[in-house]
């Protein structure tokens, strides 16, 4: 079966016409996405080069086992991690985005998540490095129940505690005393 001449050039400049628009609005999302992100995306490849430099460091001058090959296999290995982790946890995202709590929530979890698999390994080489000495031990337990369960309780403080028991008792007591009045 043979089209119409008009229909077939009709299908076909359709064709031409919507052919690039697929490529230029994946362009445009991913453009705008990098641009949301970018202040988080330059400190994330900031860890990973900071990492890249105090772990050759390790190998060349403490373990002295560096290796060229193996250098550049872990800096593409953790780059390629950290880009590919980042951008599936955003699709994640991007699912809940419309629920403001979950999506505000997750959001802190994703960016930890990603950012603290550079951070950690750049502060245990600076450990090695120190001796121990830098960065306390306190943060490697943190991160470390963090990474088990993504669970934000581990990064407060005995004080933070103590000012949010302080400030439900001001509230429960506050709300007792309005009801109270009101009767």
Sequence with gaps: MQLPKYLSQLIISGLVSVTPAVPISLLDLLFGWYIDNQVFLTMVFLAVVIDHVLGSFVHFQI????????????LLIKGFSVCAGYVLLEMIHQIVDDVEFIAIYFKVILQLTVMLYP?????KNLSIITGG?????GWFVKFDSFNKDLDLEHFKTKKDEKINDDSFAA???DELSQQEESR
């Design 63 to 74: 373990k002295h086992d560096f290796s060229v090959k193996k250098n550049l296999n872990g």
């Design 119 to 123: 951070v950690l390994s750049a502060m």
């Design 133 to 137: 000495k830098f960065p306390p031990n």
């Design 171 to 173: 509230v429960a007591n």
